[in-house]
């Protein structure tokens, strides 16, 4: 828990960069939320940090679970929910290892599939996870309400 703190400033951090990947979740306006949420990952130890050995600092987390949901499934799927590593760390493998720490604790944890989302036009993390074996397995689709595209069936 100690950590706690710059754990929240490094998922705000994460939120700021993906939008410019469309996110459509806020930043500094989640950060009491966030601290909420990563309380409850550490608490129940679903989080891995990544330290800069000479400041002692935090520099990346990754956070997952088992999924748990309301309909019988024929898996059991472990979920990362995120991966970040600041800039100046990133191809260094920091992100990589923090990855193994969480997909091989799900394994452990009985997952028989591991998860992760994306955002659609974040590439450097796609072809990192796409190069670990991760394949599409959903894809969830948008537009906006106020859209003139109207899906129109044969005939119309």
């Not at 601290?35 to 987390?61: I, K, M, N």
């Not at 059991?76 to 990855?99: C, K, P, T």
């Not at 944890?109 to 990192?128: P, W």
């Amino acid at each position: 828990m100690q950590d706690l703190d710059a754990l929240v400033d490094l998922w705000v951090a994460l939120v700021a960069d993906q939008r410019a990947h469309d996110t459509h979740l806020l930043a500094e306006e989640n950060r009491s939320t966030a601290r909420d949420v990563l309380s409850q990952y550490v608490a129940t130890e679903r989080v891995f940090v990544a330290r800069d050995p000479v400041r002692d600092a935090p520099v990346g987390f990754v956070m997952y679970h088992v999924e748990s949901g309301l309909y019988a499934e024929d898996v059991q799927r472990g979920v990362v929910d995120n991966v970040y590593v600041e800039g100046g760390y990133r191809s260094a493998g920091v992100g990589s290892r923090l990855l193994d720490a969480a997909e091989d604790d799900l394994r452990g944890a009985g997952a028989d599939v591991l998860g992760i989302s994306v955002m659609a036009g974040n590439d450097r993390a796609r072809a990192l996870y796409e190069s670990r074996g991760y394949t599409v397995q959903r894809y969830v689709m948008e537009k906006p309400t106020e859209s003139d595209t109207q899906t129109k069936g044969d005939g119309e």
